[in-house]
């Protein structure tokens, strides 16, 4: 019999490193600042935000520059399920990702008719379609947005729990609820993530990404899997996307579907950490909001210096910071390479 | 005997241009056939009507005695048909065993524990096994050569289609790659053939069919093929 496996000694180390954060992360908010809270809000948020688009993009090749649709449209929808029907901005989430699902089912229909740029173009115009769309929607304020309302806001599932708990205001606790469920996420995403990877589809999407024509002559079907991931992506973006603003309790359609905030500064996380890794996004993400913290101020000055570093990146470390270390060390935290070891004989 | 394959009275357009021209041909069960002809002969085109890469406007394709001809290659490579491509296609992100286990899970709609010891054993035969944790896009032209043919052979085939394996490959690479070749023909898998390397095409093949201008203009004997006057005007100037 041969063997097969994915292990290292560095994935067995990082595999009981993450169970360990996943324990700190649960407890933190005992113990840490409001401001420290908001901003880890900030950073799983925008992390599970880069692994999706890093699972299309990076391992599915398609160069998706339209995810803001899903994050607006996931947030609209939530605000419609509070606003309109009176429902818990929590349980409202969901309809974020409902929302996203079928607004990727078009989506998905045009935009897998192009190719490389074209599909990132594609997916960019229908975005943006859907954003003016929004726009009229008067009941949810058109085109200068709408606040959820305060009774909504003020009585939210277990946020009242949260704050005699810990002994803190109403405003802290929703911090907090927002904090755990963005760290939920984050983990889901990417434990899923990791899983489709490691299964037999995740080879498959490998196949697909490498070469299209190839895969299918070995019997992959090149569509079912595009669709999958693509689908599955977006539904998780809509999720984030409703997720981000139960949070801020605010919005529009500029900035719910922000090309800057929700792909441009993802596409950055993605490209600075590692495309086509898991570890790449986690790194990415610190670095941004190691850039963020530091130089948002300068304000487009920071936009063409994040610009200019991404550039810089790309044709220096195509495969980003994590792509430097792993070359250097040969680490691989998540690894996803099956590698076969021999009876008898060890390769490797 | 039964026939693998079975086309009748094929034809394909791309335009005005027919490249494939009312084409008929048995595969029986175990024949190594081999397909040869000048540039432009349409002898790729054969091939993709065969494999489903392609669909015919006339005719119809019989593989294992069921209709694929409306069917898409992803039916006919679970069907038991396995191809090469002339320029090898590797997926360059995985590594050589990961490119058959991805052929050989999909090829034959199995879990990846079930058809571990296939792959191996397709390694073994196509002298890849050292090599099988290196990634695919590190490999030189003799072992993709050999990894086109090996993630064939890992979907589980009964009909083989290579298209000009041996292309560009030295004198010695050569001689290795048909002894593979060979030993996969000893097993009784029914195998066509496109070649322009007539030696190494003939020192397998049975019977020897010819293309031109779309058209089959000779089936036969190898020998006999070879010999003929219309076949040796194709050739003429070319190395037989």
Redesign the interface.
Known sequence: ??K?TTRTRASTVAGLAAVALVVLGLVLPAFASRSLIQDLFFILTMLTLAQLWNLIAGYGGMVSVGQQAFVGIGAYAMFAGVILWGWDPVPAILLGGVAAFLLAIPMAFFAFRLQGAYFAIGTWVIAEVTRLLVAQWKTLGGGTGTSLPREATSDIIGVAAIAELFGIRDAAARDILAYWLALALAVGTMAAIYALLRS?TG??L??V???D?????????AQRVKWLVFLSAATMTGLVGALIYVQTARISPDAAFSVTNWTAYVIFIAVIGGI?RLEGPILGVLVFWGLQTAFADYGSWYLLALGLLAIVTMLFAPRGLWGLIADRWGIALFPI????I?EGAR?? | MTDVLTLSNVSKSFGALKVTDDVSLSVPKGQALGIIGPNGAGKSTLFNLI?G?ILADAGTVTLLGRDVTRS???TR??MGLG?S?QIP???????V??NL???A?????K???EV??H??AVLRDTEL??K??QLAGSLSLLDRKRLELA??M??GPELLLLDEIAGGLTEGECQALIATIRGLHAQGITIIWIEHVLHALTSVVERLLVLDFGRVIGIGEPDAIMASKEVREIYLGMEV
């Open positions: 019999m041969h097969v037999r080879l498959a490998a196949a990404r490498d070469n024509n190839a895969a299918r002559s070995v019997g992959v079907d086509g390479q099956r590698r076969l021999l390769n490797g | 494999t890469n898409p290659a992803m490579v679970r191809r491509f296609q590797p997926f360059e992100g995985l590594t065993f990961e286990l991805t052929a899970a999909y090829g034959q709609n879990h990846e524990a571990t010891d792959c191996v096994l050292p099988a944790n993630r064939a890992a979907t």
